[in-house]
């Protein structure tokens, strides 16, 4: 869709400035960062039943009251610490979402791996050509239900394969820009 700016983007990234950013600079560019991951494995939880606009908007909050996703500290966190984030109206206020942070960030403490390693491992092959429309893109995948049981039996919660694939699209591991987006096809610089 044609943004007022002139670029073509996905539909869902042209219009909302926020949205716009987020799919601009982040959606679907190759994140390998330990803490961003951890952190959309987290968000991408707090999304389920929800947009996710409601989550980006809400981000920074997230970001302050999870420690900005700092792995041990937040598997160091408590009961009191999820009864303090119950009360919280900044963030989405689900006792267990925001349990389920924890123990992901427990789980993530216990890899035998890197979380990024873990992560990438189940990335498909790339698409020969990105697809036309929305309607092409897949709600869920054999990967994606392959990586939600491999981290359902590493203790991760709230990971269900539509979640997953969800994962997958805003790290990277799959692009589902569509074609005619600038973004399509077109190398991100690796975040790191």
């Known amino acids: 869709m044609l943004g007022d700016d002139g670029l073509t983007r996905c539909g869902w990234g042209a219009f909302d400035s926020e949205y716009r950013r987020y799919h601009d600079e982040e959606w679907g560019a190759p994140q390998h960062d330990e803490a961003r991951l951890f952190e959309k494995v987290c968000l991408e939880g707090f999304q389920a039943g929800l947009s996710w606009i409601t989550i980006l908007r809400r981000r920074p909050a997230f970001r302050e009251v999870f420690h900005g996703f700092d792995v041990e500290r937040v598997a160091a966190m ?80 709230f990971v269900g394969p539509t979640t997953m694939y969800a994962l997958m699209q805003a790290t990277g591991i799959v692009d589902d820009h569509l074609g005619g987006c600038f973004r399509a096809s077109v190398p991100f610089e690796v975040a790191r």
């Open 78 to 157: 408590d009961e009191s610490d999820v009864e303090r984030l119950l009360g919280d109206a900044r963030i989405i206020r689900h006792r267990g979402k925001i349990e389920a942070t924890i123990q992901n960030a427990r789980a993530t403490l216990a890899l035998d791996k890197p979380l990024d390693e873990l992560l990438w491992s189940f990335a498909p092959p790339p698409r020969a050509a990105p697809p036309t429309t929305f309607a092409e893109v897949p709600a869920t995948t054999p990967e994606s239900v392959a990586l939600s049981k491999e981290l359902r039996k590493r203790g991760y919660r």
